[in-house]
Each structure stands twice: as structure tokens, then as C-alpha cells.
Nanobody
Framework: QAQLVESGGGLVQPGGSLRLSCTTS????????MAWYRQAPGKQRESVAS???????VYADSVKDRFTISRDNPKNTVYLQMNNLKPEDTAVYYC?????????WGQGTQVTVSS
């Protein structure tokens, strides 16, 4: 059974950094499109960044030049390095694995940016 487990969230001051990790099992990780989404209170879930099996990357405009997505296929893990964090980045961050019409989600990790 597929599992996606996020870690690395927490409380950070504005301008700080966090690195999220999503470790997967039960899927052929290297062929999946991996992505990070986030959902703030009272808002819809939105895509933050994605990376294909071939390494093509797309970022939301709001995080360009601040966030970096990467993947380590031998470790079945995708990362999200978040720098220069802003209060508006506060949300639950979810890992997503997608292959054609099949999708898997992690349970989410809370990121709070506050002084």
C-alpha cells in the first residue's frame, strides 16, 4: 500500500528557512510526478511546486526564487527547501504523487511563519 510521509514542518520567524521532506513507500517513486501543495485556513489547496520523473520543475509564482523542489530517487524522497519565508506561507503542506490518473497524498505537515 502506498504511503507518503511528510516531515520538517514547524514554527519559523519571517525570513527564516525550513526544509520539508516526503518519504514514500509502496510506489515506483522514480516514475511519479511529485508535488507539494499547501492549504491555508479558509482557503483552497494550491499547488506550490512539482517535479517530473525527468526533472522538469514548475513553481507557483508566489514561491519562485524562494522555494526549491528536488527529488532523490534512490531514497524515494522529495524535498521542498523554503527560504525567506513569509507569514503568507503559513499553511499545511501536503506531498502528492501522481501517475496518469492515479494520485496519492500525504497527511500534511504544518508550517507556521510568525514572529
Amino acid at each position: 500500500q502506498a504511503q507518503l510521509v511528510e516531515s520538517g514542518g514547524g514554527l519559523v520567524q519571517p525570513g527564516g528557512s525550513l526544509r520539508l521532506s516526503c518519504t514514500t513507500s509502496g510506489i515506483i517513486f522514480r516514475i511519479y510526478v511529485m508535488a507539494w501543495y499547501r492549504q491555508a485556513p479558509g482557503k483552497q489547496r494550491e499547488s506550490v511546486a512539482s517535479i517530473t520523473s525527468g526533472g522538469n520543475i514548475v513553481y507557483a509564482d508566489s514561491v519562485k526564487d524562494r522555494f526549491t523542489i528536488s527529488r532523490d530517487n534512490p531514497k524515494n524522497t522529495v524535498y521542498l527547501q523554503m527560504n525567506n519565508l513569509k507569514p503568507e506561507d503559513t499553511a499545511v503542506y501536503y506531498c502528492n504523487a501522481r501517475l496518469n490518473r492515479s494520485e496519492r497524498w500525504g497527511q500534511g505537515t504544518q508550517v507556521t511563519v510568525s514572529s
